[in-house]
T-cell receptor
């Protein structure tokens, strides 16, 4: 596809359930980011991949959050035992390398009820 | 620590007026990058500009212009002759050279009234 694709666009889940959010980056982009955006706030960094490895996961809030990128392309953000406070828009971005701009997807809106 | 402050939470102007969005940043790095992104109601973040810390030259792109001043740690964004389509949330952001995460401000919601 032409841009970063995120699925699903909306996800409603019950408290305590497990969810997976998917990101398809722009083809050929080696760097991939996950951000979380709460209502009225700016995007908050979660994790950054360079290729298959997580280069920086310092933004993951706790061990319920985990992300993978096994083949260096598609990435999945996994949230265990969801809590109402996890409700937010989760944004994915990708870019060619360190010195280029990041392109963002439209996000997945997660609602935990 | 790196930080981006956008003091204006919300601004409303009448179409065709000029408007300036303020951005102040904090960093201990001498090499860093500053960005502006636009977030329309659709939710996607749209890249507008990137500026590195060694280039203080102001930039103009159509109705958009940016004023980077290291002396005051500011990177302000001006829209000239605003249009209704400019209505969106605008984010200023910073990336230090030591790592690759972009730190965003809280954004300024801009309403352009017809």
């Amino acid at each position: 596809g032409a841009g970063v694709s995120q699925t699903p666009s909306n996800k409603v889940t019950e408290k305590g359930k497990y969810v997976e959010l998917r990101c398809d980056p722009i083809s050929g982009h080696t760097a991939l980011y996950w951000y979380r955006q709460s209502l009225g706030q700016g995007p908050e960094f979660l994790i950054y991949f360079q290729g298959t490895g997580a280069a920086d996961d310092s933004g993951l809030p706790n061990d319920r959050f985990f992300a993978v990128r096994p083949e260096g392309s598609v990435s999945t953000l996994k949230i265990q035992r969801t809590e109402r406070g996890d409700s937010a828009v989760y944004l994915c971005a990708s870019k060619w390398d360190l010195n280029t701009e990041a392109f963002f997807g439209q996000g997945t809106r997660l609602t935990v009820v | 620590a790196q930080k981006v402050t956008q003091a204006q939470t919300e601004i409303s102007v009448v179409e065709k007026e000029d408007v300036t969005l303020d951005c102040v940043y904090e960093t201990r790095d001498t090499t860093y990058y500053l960005f502006w992104y636009k977030q329309p109601p659709s939710g996607e973040l749209v890249f507008l500009i990137r500026r590195n810390s060694f280039d203080e030259q102001n930039e103009i792109s159509g109705r958009y212009s940016w004023n980077f001043q290291k002396s005051t740690s500011s990177f302000n964004f001006t829209i000239t002759a605003s249009q209704v389509v400019d209505s969106a949330v605008y984010f200023c952001a910073l990336r230090e050279n030591r790592d690759d995460k972009i730190i965003f401000g809280k954004g300024t919601r801009l309403h352009i009234l017809p």
